[in-house]
Structures are given as C-alpha cells and as structure tokens.
C-alpha cells in the first residue's frame, strides 16, 4: 500500500498529506476549493482536481474535513461513492459515535472497507512522539489502515470493533481538554494579575502532569469501584476551594465565569446531600440521578 489519497487540505488534511509523502507514500489529494494561498507547495502531494480520479489512485482514501456533515457532502457523489468501492475509507473527521456508526452503514452498503479514527493531535504535532490516533471498526480494515496511520503518530490504538468507539473516545477526552483549558484561560489571569510569568505556569503544569493525572486516576476508579465514600478530598472541601476561587476573583478583578460556575456545580453536590464524599461524587451529579 504505497499511495495513499487524502480528502480535504484543511490545517489537518495538509499536515497528514505531508507527513505521509515525506514517509514515502505517493500522495494525491483533494479539496473542496482551490489550495489556500501559501500552501500550493505542499510538499510531495500532488492534487487533483476531480475527486473520483483522486480516489481511484489509491487502496486507501483518508477523509479530514471540518464534520461528517461535510463529509457526506464529499461522499453523496455517486461517482465517488462506486470509485471508493473494494477500498479503504479512513475517517479522521470530528464526530460523534452516531455518525461513525451511520458512515459505517454507509460503507457497507457501497462495499467500502471502513474504520473511523480521532486524532489527538495539533496539526504541528502530527508524525511527532507526542501525536495519538484512536481507532475502531472491523478488525480486518483496521489491519489495513495501521500502516497508513503508524507514520502519523507515534501512539496509534485500536479501540475495538463497534465503529462509535473512537468518536466516544475523542468527545470524552476532548471535554477534558477543554474543561482544561478553560482552567488554564483563568489560572493564567490569576498569574497575569499576580504579576506572574504566563510562561512559569505552563511550564509548572507540565511538570505536575504526573501527579494531576494521577489525581484522574484515582477519580475513574473511585467511579468505577463505587467507592466515593473513601473521601480523600470531599465535595463538600472543594466546593469550599471553588468558592475561595470566585472571591479571588472578585479581589483580582477577573472575571468570576469560571470559579462561580465551579462553585455552583460542586455545590450541587454538596445540596445533594453528597458533601461527605469523595469529589467524583460529580459523576453521579452530572449523570442526573440527583435532579
Ligand atoms: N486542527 C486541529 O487542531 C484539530 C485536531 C483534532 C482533529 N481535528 C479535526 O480534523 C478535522 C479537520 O480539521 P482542520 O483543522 O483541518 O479544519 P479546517 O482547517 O477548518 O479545514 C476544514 C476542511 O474541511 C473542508 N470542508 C468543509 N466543508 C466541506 C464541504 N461541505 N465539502 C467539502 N469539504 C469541506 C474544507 O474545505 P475548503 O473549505 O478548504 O474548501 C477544509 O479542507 C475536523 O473534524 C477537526 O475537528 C483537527
């Protein structure tokens, strides 16, 4: 399998086309418009401009595009749809495990291989140690697509058959992340008002990576073990931590979104008669048994 087609020149799409001529497969890409300026060197990849020819190049056809919404526009070609037949389809769009499981049936019923990925990945991240793919559908496809896949991330898993699993794996990081980043938006105002380095505070959260992902850790087990009543750090303390948060705020001058809105979530806990325990009594919260 040395050629490889890619679907969509987005931030994404280009950085994967790159990476995969620069690993030595011969790449022919396609986008919905013209190249945007800047980027018609696009090293090694060699566009088309019909995209049925694009995919009859190659056993393997990757699709990156901004949804699956898009995606299906891209694939409601007719002609595109009969050249994909006897492939390999890789999605590497954001979505949610429905719409794997809808283009799966789509697949099937065009006789296209198909297995549906999430990358955890910024586009400069890609081909890196640092990059991770996660995959799921039939094994047999997924056989296919690793070699495709390997280049582009050092860390590329195979999450299992049903093709929603990526997707669900990819919204549940992602609203990690993004809770996240949230935190480190208001964390860095808490510096910035403090007369702190930004900097410091990146650097001085990658250094505690270890110790608060472990703190994570013990949280999906407390979840998993039913055990939320070996309170370490109670709901009832950290919605006291979360309420000292939003009064910094105010003092500081920052914005109190972000600690007001800790402080009403953890609080319901607390209102729900589940101060006592463990934090990841939220889960149950957030699961709606309390409402
Ligand atoms: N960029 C990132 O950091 C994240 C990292 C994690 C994974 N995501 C997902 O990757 C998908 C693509 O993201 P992207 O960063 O490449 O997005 P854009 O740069 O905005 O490019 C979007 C491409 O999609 C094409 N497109 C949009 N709508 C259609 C359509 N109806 N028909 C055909 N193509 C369409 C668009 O084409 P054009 O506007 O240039 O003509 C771009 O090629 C995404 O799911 C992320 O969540 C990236």
Request: aromatic content about 2%; proline content about 11%; hydrophobic content about 40%.
């Given at each position: 399998m040395s050629s490889v087609t890619m679907i969509g020149l987005g931030a994404m799409g280009l950085a994967l086309a790159r990476r995969l001529a620069h690993a030595g497969f011969e790449v022919r890409a396609w986008n919905r418009t013209a190249p945007k300026a800047g980027l018609q060197q696009p090293g090694g990849v060699r566009f088309e401009?019909?995209?049925a020819t694009a995919v009859l190049a190659s056993p393997v056809v990757i699709i990156c595009v901004t949804n699956y919404e898009a995606a299906r526009a891209v694939l409601a070609d007719r002609e595109v749809a009969l050249a994909l037949k006897g492939k390999l389809l890789v999605q590497l769009s954001s979505g949610t495990p429905q719409d794997a499981r809808d283009a799966d049936d789509w697949a099937r019923a065009y006789g296209v291989e198909y297995v549906d990925g999430a990358i955890m990945a910024t586009p400069s991240q890609i081909g890196s140690a640092q990059a991770a793919i996660l995959v799921s559908g039939l094994e047999d496809a997924w056989l296919k697509a690793r070699p495709v896949l390997?280049?582009?991330?050092?860390?590329?898993?195979?999450?299992?058959?049903?093709?929603?699993?990526a997707a669900a794996a990819d919204i549940a990081i992602l609203s990690y992340l993004f809770c996240a980043l949230l935190g480190f938006y208001h964390g860095a105002n808490v510096y910035r008002a403090e007369g702190l380095p930004i900097a410091a505070f990146g650097a001085m959260?990658?250094?505690?990576a270890p110790t608060l992902t472990q703190m994570v850790r013990h949280e999906a087990d407390t979840i998993t073990n039913d055990s939320y009543h070996e309170a370490q750090s109670s709901a009832r303390i950290v919605a006291e931590t979360a309420d000292t948060m939003a009064r910094?705020?105010?003092?500081?001058?920052?914005?109190?979104?972000?600690?007001?809105f800790l402080a009403n979530i953890f609080g319901k806990a607390v209102t729900a008669g589940l101060g006592e325990q463990q934090v990841a009594a939220l889960f149950k919260i957030l699961r709606g048994d309390h409402v």
């Open positions: 401009s019909d995209l390997s280049p582009l991330a050092a860390n590329v898993a195979y999450l299992g058959g049903p093709p929603g699993l959260l990658e250094q505690l910094h705020a105010q003092e500081a001058g920052i914005d109190r979104e972000i600690p007001a």
